[in-house]
């Protein structure tokens, strides 16, 4: 039994190490930006070890950074940003040559394709889903970048949390790295846009259903109704991430803003006070030119 035992083993770790090249040379030549050779390695890859989990991704990853490159288009007037000038034989300008704005739907769809069926074959595969969100992101498919977050914490919680990583290696803090993550892909919704907020307030509801102490959460779902012009709904939130993290002088903060909107001018400096006591410079000072409009202001 022992020869038979090392002869498993041996084949065993050559096949790991022969995915591991694959990995390596396909790492190589992607950076390298060499479209041709990195199929080829891809395909090989492919024949070797067509289940390997990481295959899906490089083939995502292939597909994705092809799919994200600008698309060059010809015009006839000169457009903002780098552009090549076209001239004729005489040095007349006939067009520009410059980006488009666009990227290749078609290599996007094919990254898509390939990492969807990773997903459903290996569906506890946080990178890989996380992986997704993030191209969607790039290409500004917010709805799409909301529905696979949503889908995600709806598919952990459902699991107990059982996420790994690449080489299937499970997470230290699944939750902690998962909130996280989500909070980063929250701020990447605010930094786009105002439109963006039935996507927030959908992903605060999501987290908040099964973690419903998330301070993050709590202040995003209040943002929301913020800019609803909803001072008392978002006020709820608020107070409730108050009780939880008194010191949060974002939360501080943002209570002291509704407040003053609602023209409640004592709870307004009382909560500005305390994003004084608690927050960085910048809140400080954000706070501090608040007080002096609201107490310039206050009846003698």
Not at 83 to 104: A, E, F, M, P, R
């Amino acid at each position: 039994m022992k020869p038979k035992l090392l002869i498993l083993i041996t084949l065993f770790l050559s096949v790991r190490s022969f995915a591991q090249d694959f990995r390596s040379e396909f790492k190589t030549l992607i950076n390298k930006d060499d479209t041709e050779a990195t199929l080829t390695i891809l395909n090989k890859w492919q024949k070797a070890k067509p289940d390997d989990p990481e295959l899906y991704v490089a083939f995502y990853n292939f597909y994705a950074k092809e799919g994200l490159k600008e698309a060059l288009s010809m015009t006839t007037t000169e457009t903002e940003g780098k552009s090549v000038t076209i001239k004729d034989k005489d040095g007349k300008i006939v067009g520009y040559l410059g980006g488009s704005g666009s990227h290749n739907e078609t290599y996007l769809q094919k990254g898509f394709n390939y990492i969807d069926t990773a997903i459903a074959k290996f569906p506890d595969r946080l990178d890989m889903r996380f992986g997704k969100v993030y191209v969607l992101g790039r290409i500004g498919d917010y709805a799409n970048f909301t529905k696979e977050i949503i889908k995600t914490v709806n598919y952990g919680e459902s699991t107990g949390l059982k996420w790994t990583w690449t080489d299937n290696k499970p997470l230290d803090d699944p939750k902690g790295f998962m909130l996280s993550t989500i909070q980063n892909y929250v701020v990447q919704l605010f930094n786009a846009g105002d439109q963006n907020m039935e996507y927030i307030k959908a992903i605060a509801a999501t987290v908040l259903n099964y973690y419903p102490d998330n301070v993050e959460s709590l202040s995003n779902l209040a943002i929301s109704y913020i800019s609803e012009k909803n001072y008392n709904k978002a006020l709820d939130p608020l107070l409730k991430a108050e009780k939880i993290n008194p010191q949060d002088y974002i939360v501080l903060n943002n209570i002291a803003y509704c407040y003053s909107l609602q023209g409640d001018k004592p709870n307004a400096i009382k909560y500005y006070e305390l994003t004084i006591k608690y927050g960085d410079e910048k809140a400080k000072n954000q706070a501090n030119e608040k007080l002096a409009e609201l107490r310039s202001n206050l009846n003698p």
